[in-house]
């Protein structure tokens, strides 16, 4: 499972910096507010997850300030995605089965495997709706399946 979550954890940093390569190289997207709105909830849901199983605390305050700039949202997601990767190296199968409780988690509790998958599956869909606003402003989504991803990944 480990290695699994590895190789979704880097393939969400790839189709994320694809996508996000796409809206900037698109000055309409770039503008767009639902855009925004919508790359924003992505980055908000991630950062609850990965504090969680950080254990740091999720300050909503803080954390669902708009970023000034589309480069300040992308150094976001960057700085997020590299906390991350940094967590995953060392992990342990033990560290993925420890349980997160959070009033802010349906039920009230899952496993960290079942968060890091939640943070990917969430991200996933809301790219494709990113991919259709990108396209409404003439745009051409970049490809980000997974497959793909595994035959070129450095």
Same mark, same amino acid.
């Given at each position: /499972?480990?290695? /699994?979550?590895? $190789?979704? %954890?880097?393939?969400?940093?790839?189709?994320?910096?694809?996508?996000?390569?796409? %809206?900037?190289?698109?000055?309409?997207?770039?503008?767009?507010?639902?855009?925004?709105?919508?790359?924003?909830? %992505?980055?908000? +849901?991630?950062? *609850?997850?990965?504090?969680?199983?950080?254990?740091? !605390?999720?300050?909503? #305050?803080?954390?669902?300030? !708009?970023?000034?700039?589309? $480069?300040?949202?992308?150094?976001?997601?960057?700085?997020?995605?590299? @906390? #991350? +990767?940094?967590?995953?190296?060392?992990?342990? #199968?033990?560290?993925? +089965?420890?349980?997160?409780? $959070?009033?802010?988690?349906?039920?009230?509790?899952?496993?960290?495997?079942?968060? *890091? /998958? @939640?943070? &990917? /599956?969430?991200?996933?869909?809301?790219?494709?709706? &990113?991919?259709?606003?990108?396209?409404?402003?003439?745009?051409? !989504?970049?490809?980000?399946?997974?497959?793909?991803?595994?035959?070129?990944? !450095?």
């Amino acid at each position: /499972m480990l290695e /699994m979550l590895r $190789d979704l %954890i880097a393939h969400k940093a790839h189709a994320n910096a694809a996508l996000l390569t796409g %809206i900037r190289q698109n000055p309409a997207a770039v503008s767009d507010p639902e855009l925004w709105e919508l790359l924003h909830h %992505i980055l908000l +849901a991630n950062r *609850f997850w990965l504090l969680t199983v950080l254990g740091l !605390p999720f300050v909503y #305050e803080d954390e669902a300030r !708009p970023s000034a700039s589309f $480069d300040a949202l992308i150094h976001r997601y960057d700085s997020t995605q590299a @906390q #991350e +990767a940094t967590w995953l190296e060392t992990a342990t #199968e033990g560290d993925l +089965a420890r349980i997160l409780e $959070d009033a802010l988690i349906p039920s009230g509790k899952c496993s960290v495997s079942q968060a *890091f /998958m @939640q943070v &990917c /599956m969430h991200s996933h869909g809301h790219r494709a709706q &990113c991919a259709k606003l990108l396209r409404r402003h003439g745009g051409v !989504p970049p490809p980000t399946d997974f497959i793909l991803w595994l035959t070129s990944r !450095p």
